[in-house]
């Protein structure tokens, strides 16, 4: 099973970008699949969530309104549009698959099974 995210990089405050979750030796469909980042000095975060079918979804309150997830079964990918950015975003962003939805719904690092290697986005002031 392998995870990866790809799309980090940097920008302004105020812009935007699209984080990708791709997945290789299994299918992304029977997960939940969800979005944490780690700051330097801190822990790690949930910032969002997306179900099995894709109807449901969560967000930390940081990221409401600013941030999207969706998944593309289709193409094996989760998606993480990322708008309004702001200095605090910064981090490194991980993506993390969830079979039995008892962590990625609330956001919780801890109930992930699976989880893919980072990408970086960092956002100047």
């Known amino acids: 099973f392998q995870l990866q995210a790809s799309g980090g990089g940097s920008v302004q405050a105020g812009g935007s970008l699209r984080l990708s979750c791709a997945a290789s030796?299994?299918?992304?469909?029977?997960?939940?699949i969800g979005w944490f980042r780690q700051a330097p000095g801190k822990e790690r975060e949930g910032v969002s969530c997306v179900s099995r079918s894709g109807g449901g979804t969560a967000y930390a309150d940081s990221v409401k309104g600013r941030f999207t997830i969706s998944r593309d079964d289709a193409k094996n990918t989760v998606y993480l549009q990322m708008n309004s950015l702001k200095p605090e975003d910064t981090a490194v962003y991980y993506c993390?698959?969830?079979?039995?939805?008892?962590?990625?719904?609330?956001?919780?690092?801890?109930?992930?099974?699976?989880w893919g290697k980072g990408t970086q986005v960092t956002v100047s002031s």
């Open positions: 030796g299994f299918t992304l469909g029977g997960y939940y």
């Open positions: 993390a698959a969830d079979l039995y939805g008892l962590g990625c719904p609330l956001l919780r690092a801890d109930g992930m099974d699976y």
